[in-house]
C-alpha cells in the first residue's frame, strides 16, 4: 500500500491528548492514531449514507395507507428474514 506524507497543526491540547493516548497504550504513535480516526469516519460516513438512502426511500414512496402497527409487523419480519432480529 502507498502511502502519503501529510502535515498537520494541532493545538497543544490536541497534542496533549494524543500524547495520553498513545501512553495509555492504545496507540503505538500519532500516525496510528490519526489513521483510526480515518478508519472510524469512514465508518460512521458509510452508515450515514445508508440511513440517508433509506430516509430518501421513505421520502421518495409517498404517504402509506398502513397503520404504525402494520408498518411494524412488516419491518419485524424484513429484520428476522435477514438475521437482524
Do not use: H
Not at 500519532?30 to 458509510?46: C, H, M
Amino acid at each position: 500500500m502507498a502511502t502519503t506524507r501529510k502535515t498537520i497543526t494541532l493545538s497543544d491540547q490536541q497534542d496533549a491528548w494524543v500524547k495520553v493516548r498513545i501512553a495509555s497504550g492504545d496507540y503505538t504513535n500519532d500516525s496510528e492514531y490519526f489513521r483510526d480516526l480515518i478508519r472510524r469516519d469512514q465508518e460512521q460516513n458509510a452508515k450515514f449514507q445508508i440511513l440517508k438512502a433509506a430516509i430518501q426511500e421513505g421520502l421518495d414512496s409517498g404517504e402509506s395507507d398502513r397503520t404504525v402497527p402494520q408498518i411494524m409487523k412488516e419491518v419485524e419480519l424484513r429484520l428476522r428474514s435477514n438475521g437482524r432480529l
